[in-house]
């Protein structure tokens, strides 16, 4: 079982930028790929970014792409989402999923099996 814990959250002006991370409990972080994820009111939840366990590879979604960048520090059992430039339209619940096949990137959400609690990040215009 594997726990995710994430924070970086807050209100931010448009323009902004914010770092999230996540904390993963147990030994098999390393092995993972890892995901970040958003949901805002009313919508389903949508891929952001994800990295493969190595971190040799990454993937974004077309609307963050230039603008968002993830890492991961997997002797720190953490991924990070570095949010810049961001916009009212980023406004949403940020979620971290780990998947236990680390060397595919998945972009739906059902595909992951463990994931955080979220965070939320609000962009004022």
């Known amino acids: 079982q594997v726990q995710l814990v994430e924070s970086g959250g807050g209100l931010v002006q448009a323009g902004g930028s914010l770092r999230l991370s996540c904390v993963a409990s147990?030994?098999?972080?390393?092995?993972?790929?890892m995901g970040w994820f958003r949901q805002a009111p009313g919508k389903e939840r949508e891929f952001v970014a994800a990295?493969?366990?190595?971190?040799?590879?990454?993937y974004y979604a077309d609307s963050v792409k230039g603008r968002f960048t993830i890492s991961r520090d997997n002797a720190k059992n953490t991924v990070y989402l570095q949010m810049n430039s961001l916009k009212p339209e980023d406004t949403a619940v940020y979620y971290c999923?780990?998947?236990?096949?680390?060397?595919?990137?998945?972009?739906?959400?059902?595909?992951?099996?463990?994931w955080g609690q979220g965070t939320q990040v609000t962009v004022s215009s």
């Open positions: 999923a780990a998947d236990r096949d680390g060397d595919l990137i998945f972009i739906l959400p059902n595909l992951y099996d463990y």
């Open positions: 147990g030994r098999t972080f390393s092995s993972y790929a």
């Open positions: 990295i493969m366990w190595s971190g040799d590879k990454q």
